[in-house]
């Protein structure tokens, strides 16, 4: 089979298309045939050698959909997604490659409205954003404010929306404002980091956020004082370095909470039960993507440059 590999980590020179074996499902797995698997920024610092744990040589890529060719009689045939949990495309082989073996239970059933190319896009930042609203709470009603409007911060305000949540996004950009507010989605531009409780209040009828999400990992000083009372900070990222000043006594006398989430904690099983609660969110308002990039396989190591060089775009790989 076609697939990208790496022997080394710490550059993109060692990613590489070549022809491996196909791989063989053991007892309780599954062989699936990839019809889409989506290019994240973390399968791209993966290769770079962000993540000490990471083995080689080894097959990246942490989403997929496809079809199950080997396995339980009851799942062949089916359309199937996953991906996304730990270790997967680390310690053990990922999805960019024509097939790929994971146990039987970390499949889901792929919605019948996504086509595999829009299933493909879905799995590290929806599954970042559903642990990031179920653990802090965000219901139908809750004043919800998230900063940034990457891949994670889209895909919670989707979610959050269909569960009936209040949602506003709070962007750097002036013109990715005007995008979102063209679609119907409440968003303003960031002022100055004290003057975000202001800006925060403003959007929510005079009230502050009962959760803020922040995406971008600079915010979390200023969502402090934009929190209500017994409010939740949600943080998916830091600077560089790993360390941030934050105002623990204003915290503290707020009875504010941080929650820090990391997809990477899940395994590839509690992934699938994600994916099937996402799933079911389809039957609601969550709307289809489209703003993606399609590129065969054979075309993957441009790819990871692409996201190396700053490309904002959602690739899709496809075999």
């Given amino acids: 089979m076609q697939a990208l590999q790496f022997s080394a980590t710490g550059s993109l020179d060692s990613l590489q298309l070549k022809d491996l074996p196909r791989p063989v499902p053991g007892a309780g797995e599954v062989l699936v045939e990839v019809r889409a698997t989506g290019l994240n920024p973390s399968d791209l610092k993966n290769v770079l050698g962000r993540f000490p744990y990471t083995t080689t040589p080894r097959i990246p890529g942490r989403d997929f959909s496809g079809v199950v060719v ?11 997604w996953g991906g996304t949990g730990k270790g997967f495309g680390f310690t053990r082989d990922g999805s960019h490659a024509q ?5 039987a239970n970390a499949v889901a059933p792929k919605p019948e409205s996504l086509s595999f190319a829009q299933a493909a896009t ?13 653990r802090s709470q965000v219901r139908a009603g809750t004043r919800f404010l998230i900063i940034g409007a990457g891949a994670v911060a889209r895909a919670a305000q989707a979610l959050a929306a269909a569960r009936g949540a209040r949602v506003v996004l709070g962007v750097r950009r002036a013109e990715v404002v005007k995008e979102l507010q063209a679609q119907g989605i409440s968003a303003f531009q960031l002022p100055e980091a004290d003057q975000l409780p202001e800006q925060a209040q403003a959007h929510f009828q005079q009230q502050l956020p009962e959760v803020v999400f922040d995406t971008t990992g600079f915010w979390l000083p200023a969502a402090v004082s934009s929190l209500a009372t017994l409010g939740r900070i949600a943080v ?27 997809s990477l904690l899940y395994t590839l099983e509690d992934c699938a039960r994600m994916f099937e609660q996402i799933s079911d969110a389809f039957e609601g308002a969550l709307p289809t993507p489209e703003d993606f990039t399609e590129l065969p396989l054979s075309e993957a190591v441009a790819g990871y440059h692409r996201v190396n060089e700053g490309g904002a775009e959602k690739i899709v790989l496809i075999p």
């Avoid at 080997?70 to 199937?80: H, Y």
């Avoid at 929806?126 to 609203?133: E, G, N, P, S």
């Fill in 70 to 80: 080997e396995g339980p009689e009851e799942l062949l045939g089916k359309a199937v």
């Fill in 99 to 103: 097939y790929v073996v994971v146990p």
């Fill in 122 to 134: 879905f799995g590290v930042p929806y599954i970042t954003a559903w642990d990031a609203l179920e």
């Fill in 236 to 262: 998916i990222a830091a600077p560089v370095d790993g360390m941030i000043d934050m105002p623990i006594l204003n915290l503290y006398r707020r009875g504010g909470s941080v929650i820090g989430v990391n």
